[in-house]
C-alpha cells in the first residue's frame, strides 16, 4: 500500500515503523505544528531521519493541506493520534479514504480523554475502534473493534500502554488491509449509545475527599500518569499517583476523619475516606519531584494526623 500518515508522538511513530517495516511505503507523514521549546515531536524526528516528506501546517482545513496529500497520491490515509480537526475534503482525497484510531469502543466515550474517563468511571471493559472520519468527532462508521478489560488496580498508563498502544497499531494497519482487499465493513454507530466526555485535565482531576473511597481510588488511577489527581495540604498542591484501595468491611474499619492521614508505613500512608482507605505510594510535591509517600512526608515534617485538602 502507498500510504499518507496523520499523527504525531509515539503512537505515530510506531505506526509509521510498523507499516515500514511490512513493506508499505509512506508517501507522506501530517505532523501538527510543535509549539516552541516543546520536546521534538517522535514521529517528525523518524520520517525527517528517514527522508520522507514531512508536512506541518496549523489547519488541516487550509487549501495548501488539500493540495499537499493530493500531491502525495495516496492509497489510504491513516489517522494516528490526531489532534487537528481534519475535513471531509482532506480525508476523501486518498484512492481508498481514510481511517482513524480512537481509544474507545465508540460510540461510547467520544471525545479527547477516552482513556482516562471509562476507568474513572469504575467501569471493566474498554478499547479501541477504527472508523471512517467524518465533520462530527468521533461518529464515523466503524470497521473493527478491539475490547480490553480494566482490572480493579488498572491505571490510564497500565491499559495505554500495555493495551491500547500496541493494539491500536497493529488494528490500524489490520482495517488497512479490510478496506485495501475491499473486505471492510462499515457499520454506522448507534446514537442512542453513544456519550461524550470532554478534556480530563486539572480541574477534573481535582480529589474530593468526602467522596467514596472508590471514585477517589478510580479517579486517581484515570489520572495515572496524566494529568494525575491532586489535593491540596496547607494550601500547597500535591500530586497523588501510585496508590491502592483497602474497603472497610466493619464499622470498626473506619477510622479518622475523610482525607485524614491515619498512618505512615515505611512505604506509603494511608488516608481515611467514606468507604475504606487509600494508601498511598508516590505523590509529586510543587517542585514536580515525584517522591515514595513517607519521603515526602518526612521531607516536610509531617505527622499522621494530617488532614489533605486543607
Same mark, same amino acid.
Given at each position: 500500500?502507498?500510504?499518507?500518515? !496523520?499523527?504525531?508522538?509515539? &503512537?505515530?511513530?510506531?505506526?509509521?515503523?510498523?507499516?515500514?517495516? =511490512?513493506?508499505?511505503? %509512506?508517501?507522506?507523514?501530517?505532523?501538527?505544528?510543535?509549539?516552541?521549546? #516543546? =520536546?521534538?515531536?517522535?514521529?517528525?524526528?523518524?520520517?525527517?531521519?528517514? *527522508?520522507?516528506? %514531512?508536512?506541518?501546517?496549523?489547519?488541516?482545513?487550509?487549501?495548501?493541506?488539500?493540495?499537499?496529500?493530493? #500531491?502525495?497520491?495516496?492509497? !489510504?490515509?491513516?489517522?494516528?493520534?490526531?489532534?487537528? $480537526?481534519?475535513?471531509?475534503? $482532506?480525508?476523501?482525497?486518498?484512492?481508498?479514504?481514510?481511517?482513524?484510531?480512537?481509544?474507545?469502543?465508540? +460510540? =461510547?466515550?467520544?471525545?479527547?480523554?477516552?482513556?482516562?474517563? +471509562?476507568? !474513572?468511571?469504575?467501569?471493566?471493559?474498554?478499547?479501541?475502534? !477504527?472508523?471512517?472520519? @467524518?465533520?462530527?468527532?468521533?461518529?464515523?462508521?466503524?470497521?473493527?473493534?478491539?475490547?480490553?478489560?480494566?482490572? +480493579?488496580?488498572?491505571?490510564?498508563?497500565?491499559?495505554? $500502554?500495555?493495551?491500547? &498502544?500496541?493494539?491500536? %497499531?497493529?488494528?490500524?494497519?489490520?482495517?488497512?488491509?479490510?478496506?485495501?482487499?475491499? =473486505?471492510?465493513?462499515? @457499520?454506522?454507530?448507534?446514537?442512542?449509545?453513544?456519550?461524550?466526555? *470532554?478534556?480530563?485535565?486539572?480541574?477534573?482531576?481535582?480529589?474530593?475527599?468526602?467522596?467514596?473511597?472508590?471514585?477517589?481510588?478510580?479517579?486517581?488511577?484515570?489520572?495515572?500518569?496524566?494529568?494525575?489527581?491532586?489535593?491540596?495540604?496547607?494550601?500547597?498542591?500535591?500530586?497523588?499517583?501510585?496508590?491502592?484501595?483497602?474497603?472497610?468491611?466493619?464499622?470498626?474499619?473506619?477510622?479518622?476523619?475523610?482525607?485524614?492521614?491515619?498512618?505512615?508505613?515505611?512505604?506509603?500512608?494511608?488516608?481515611?475516606?467514606?468507604?475504606?482507605?487509600?494508601?498511598? &505510594?508516590?505523590?509529586?510535591?510543587?517542585? *514536580?519531584?515525584?517522591?515514595?509517600?513517607?519521603?515526602?512526608?518526612?521531607?516536610?515534617?509531617?505527622?499522621?494526623? $494530617?488532614?489533605?485538602?486543607?
Amino acid at each position: 500500500m502507498r500510504i499518507v500518515l !496523520i499523527g504525531q508522538q509515539d &503512537f505515530g511513530k510506531a505506526v509509521l515503523d510498523a507499516a515500514l517495516a =511490512r513493506g508499505d511505503t %509512506v508517501a507522506g507523514v501530517f505532523c501538527a505544528p510543535q509549539a516552541p521549546g #516543546a =520536546r521534538p515531536d517522535p514521529l517528525h524526528a523518524a520520517a525527517t531521519e528517514r *527522508g520522507l516528506a %514531512v508536512v506541518q501546517l496549523p489547519s488541516l482545513r487550509d487549501a495548501a493541506a488539500i493540495d499537499a496529500i493530493r #500531491a502525495m497520491d495516496a492509497d !489510504i490515509g491513516i489517522m494516528a493520534y490526531v489532534v487537528q $480537526f481534519a475535513p471531509t475534503d $482532506f480525508v476523501q482525497v486518498p484512492r481508498l479514504g481514510t481511517i482513524q484510531y480512537h481509544p474507545s469502543l465508540l +460510540p =461510547r466515550h467520544r471525545g479527547p480523554s477516552s482513556i482516562n474517563w +471509562p476507568i !474513572i468511571l469504575g467501569e471493566t471493559q474498554t478499547g479501541l475502534t !477504527i472508523f471512517r472520519p @467524518t465533520e462530527g468527532l468521533d461518529e464515523g462508521p466503524v470497521i473493527l473493534q478491539k475490547r480490553v478489560s480494566i482490572g +480493579p488496580d488498572d491505571t490510564l498508563g497500565s491499559i495505554y $500502554f500495555n493495551h491500547l &498502544f500496541p493494539l491500536g %497499531v497493529a488494528a490500524l494497519l489490520e482495517a488497512a488491509d479490510l478496506v485495501h482487499a475491499g =473486505r471492510a465493513q462499515e @457499520t454506522s454507530q448507534d446514537e442512542n449509545l453513544a456519550s461524550y466526555e *470532554g478534556w480530563c485535565r486539572a480541574a477534573e482531576a481535582h480529589i474530593c475527599w468526602h467522596a467514596h473511597a472508590d471514585h477517589i481510588y478510580n479517579l486517581i488511577r484515570g489520572c495515572n500518569p496524566a494529568p494525575v489527581a491532586w489535593t491540596t495540604l496547607a494550601g500547597r498542591k500535591l500530586g497523588i499517583l501510585d496508590a491502592r484501595r483497602h474497603p472497610a468491611r466493619t464499622f470498626g474499619a473506619v477510622q479518622g476523619k475523610p482525607g485524614q492521614c491515619i498512618a505512615i508505613g515505611n512505604d506509603s500512608m494511608l488516608i481515611s475516606a467514606h468507604g475504606g482507605q487509600i494508601e498511598i &505510594f508516590k505523590v509529586r510535591g510543587e517542585d *514536580g519531584r515525584k517522591l515514595p509517600a513517607p519521603q515526602y512526608c518526612s521531607e516536610a515534617g509531617l505527622q499522621s494526623g $494530617f488532614i489533605l485538602g486543607t
